[in-house]
């Protein structure tokens, strides 16, 4: 089993920034992709950002490009999500996903491991 806990959420005006972390731990394996989802009140979980084992493939849903930047720190098991010129529409609770290969994907049932998510609200 593979535990994900997020952190770095909070409340921040618009055009500002956030840095969320998600610590691995358990049966983690650096070969494992990771994303980051969201899930906005009504609406259903949706895709962000996923990276790569070796931090050299990333993917990044349209709303996001140009403005939040996904790494990871294989010696922590730790991936980042820097969000950057925040708005309003990306206010959602966000979750770290892993999954057990090393091929990234944006489809949510890829994702075998998740986190219990952190809030980010952004106002106007």
């Known amino acids: 089993q593979v535990q994900l806990v997020e952190s770095g959420g909070g409340l921040v005006q618009a055009g500002g920034s956030l840095r969320l972390v998600c610590e691995a731990s358990?049966?983690?394996?650096?070969?494992?992709?990771m994303a980051w989802f969201r899930q906005a009140p009504g609406k259903e979980r949706e895709f962000v950002a996923a990276?790569?084992?070796?931090?050299?493939?990333?993917h990044y849903a349209d709303s996001v490009k140009g403005r939040f930047t996904i790494s990871r720190d294989n010696a922590k098991n730790t991936v980042f999500l820097q969000m950057n010129s925040l708005k309003p529409e990306d206010t959602a609770v966000y979750y770290c996903?892993?999954?057990?290969?090393?091929?990234?994907?944006?489809?949510?049932?890829?994702?075998?491991?998740w986190g219990q998510g952190t809030q980010v609200t952004v106002s106007s």
């Open positions: 358990g049966r983690t394996s650096t070969s494992a992709a």
């Open positions: 996903a892993a999954r057990s290969v090393s091929v990234i994907s944006d489809r949510r049932g890829s994702y075998d491991y």
């Open positions: 990276i790569g084992w070796n931090g050299r493939s990333t």
